[in-house]
C-alpha cells in the first residue's frame, strides 16, 4: 500500500505563484514516474504534468507549458509542482499520481482569483 500526500494549495490571485509538493509513503515501488492531476468543478481529472524515475524526462499539459515547472527528489519521495502566472482556469483540486501502482493522491485545492 502506497500513500501519497499533497500539501500546498490555497487561494491565491492571478498571476501569483504557488508550489505543491507531494510525499509518497508506505510500500512504494523501487522505481516509479510520478504526475499531477487537476479537476475543476464540474470537470473530468486532466493531466498537468510528469516526471519519469531518473527526472531526465518531464512532459506537459499544453496549458501549463512555460507555466509550471515539475520536478523530484527521489531521496524524499517527494514531487513537486511550482506554478506561476496563475490564471483562474487554473483553479481545481489537484492530485499526484505514481505509476508504482496507480496510486492518487487525496488532493490539495487551487483556487485562483481573478
Known amino acids: 500500500q502506497v500513500q501519497l500526500l499533497e500539501s500546498g494549495g490555497g487561494l491565491v490571485q492571478a498571476g501569483a505563484s504557488l508550489g505543491l509538493s507531494c510525499t509518497a509513503s508506505?510500500?512504494?515501488?523501487?522505481?516509479?514516474?510520478m504526475a499531477w492531476f487537476r479537476q475543476a468543478p464540474g470537470e473530468e481529472r486532466v493531466f498537468v504534468a510528469a516526471?519519469?524515475?531518473?527526472?531526465?524526462?518531464?512532459y506537459y499539459a499544453d496549458s501549463v507549458k512555460g507555466r509550471f515547472t515539475i520536478s523530484r527528489d527521489n531521496a524524499k519521495k517527494t514531487v513537486y509542482l511550482q506554478m506561476s502566472t496563475l490564471k483562474p482556469e487554473d483553479t481545481g483540486v489537484y492530485y499526484c499520481?505514481?505509476?508504482?501502482?496507480?496510486?492518487w493522491g487525496q488532493g490539495t485545492q487551487v483556487t485562483v482569483s481573478s
Open positions: 508506505g510500500s512504494t515501488a523501487s522505481h516509479f514516474g
Open positions: 499520481f505514481t505509476t508504482g501502482g496507480g496510486y
Open positions: 516526471m519519469s524515475w531518473a527526472g531526465g524526462k518531464s
